[in-house]
């Protein structure tokens, strides 16, 4: 059975474990390093490294605290050099990941989003070509516990990954806010705004998941000649201030940051 060191428990990681016991990891194959000590059931909880109990010994090593910290938290896990070291961190590089690990270290940096808490993330791994197919293949498996896997070799795409799917649910969520704020500004009462822009926004969620359309045919479905959302579009899809330009001027500014947290 595989032994799972979970480092940081908070939106990620917990998503994560879930998915994991879920696809039926024992709890007893499971230590998680988390200070502020949730009640995670049978599973152990320790307040730091510390107090990994001996002789627990894993096969992967999982970082799921923030990028900020990554460089403190890190160092103490080198004694782990036989485990996989798995980083979900935005920016994090898998070249700052072997300065604090050790030039023989395996290392998979991936990046899944917030969907993984309902199984229906999307992850994006990334290793350099020297890490082995056993390597590859669990984190495959821990990752396809809370939703699809892809991998990219071009470690320099983790950025963009990040920018579009890592960050991506906040932009959907916004889209989902600001559709409630403009039916409450049009004289909806305010349950029924929120509940129409839930609604929406999932039920077209799954249309998209579902269709084997475009993205493009399916927003043409919706749009009749001189209609309602006609209307509507022609100023979301203006040239200036449009949604399509601003999610590319978005996702190019989430691209750049990642790059700042590289680190
Ligand atoms: N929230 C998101 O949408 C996504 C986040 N990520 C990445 O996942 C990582 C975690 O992000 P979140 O789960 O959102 O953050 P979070 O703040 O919810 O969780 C981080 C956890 O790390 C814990 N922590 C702090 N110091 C620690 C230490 N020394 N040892 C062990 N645990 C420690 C904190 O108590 C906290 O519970 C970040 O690196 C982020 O870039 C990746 C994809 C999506
Ligand atoms: O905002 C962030 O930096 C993290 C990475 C992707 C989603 N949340």
Redesign the pocket.
């Known amino acids: 059975m595989t032994k799972i060191l979970l ?8 998503a994560m474990l879930a998915g994991w016991l879920e696809r039926g990891t024992s709890p007893g194959d499971v230590v998680v ?4 000590c949730p009640d995670l059931g049978s599973v152990r909880v320790v307040a ?2 510390a107090a990994i109990p001996e002789g627990f010994v894993p096969h992967v090593v999982i ?5 900020q ?2 460089a ?2 890190v160092p103490p896990y080198a004694r782990f050099g036989t485990s996989l070291f798995l ?6 590089t898998i070249a700052f990941f072997r300065s604090l690990l050790g030039p023989d270290a395996v290392i998979v940096r991936a ?4 969907p ?1 808490a309902v199984r229906r993330g999307i992850t994006v791994c990334c290793a350099e070509a020297s890490v082995p197919a056993q390597a590859r293949d669990l984190c495959g498996s821990l990752l396809e516990a809370v939703g699809e896997v892809g991998w990219v070799d071009d470690e320099a795409l983790m950025d963009v990954v ?1 920018a579009v799917s ?2 991506g ?2 932009y959907i969520f916004l889209l989902a806010e600001a559709m409630e704020a403009a039916g409450l500004a049009q004289g909806l009462p305010p349950a029924l705004a929120e509940r129409l822009a839930r609604a929406t926004v999932a039920g077209a969620g799954e249309l998209l998941r579902l269709s084997s359309e475009t993205t493009q045919q399916l927003r043409q479905n919706v749009t009749s000649p001189g209609g309602t959302t006609a209307a509507a579009l022609a100023v979301l899809m203006a040239e200036k201030n449009g949604i399509p330009g601003l999610m590319s001027e978005a996702v190019a500014a989430a691209t750049r940051r990642g790059r700042e ?1 590289a680190g």
């Not at 480092?7 to 917990?14: A, E, N, Q």
């Not at 390093?33 to 502020?36: F, G, Y």
């Not at 970082?63 to 990028?67: D, G, I, Q, R």
């Open positions: 480092v940081g428990c908070g939106k990620m990681g917990s390093v988390e200070p502020s730091s490294h970082f799921a605290v923030k990028p910290v990554m403190d938290v980083s979900i961190a935005a920016g994090k990046m899944p989003n917030t993984a990040t890592g960050s649910p906040a947290l």
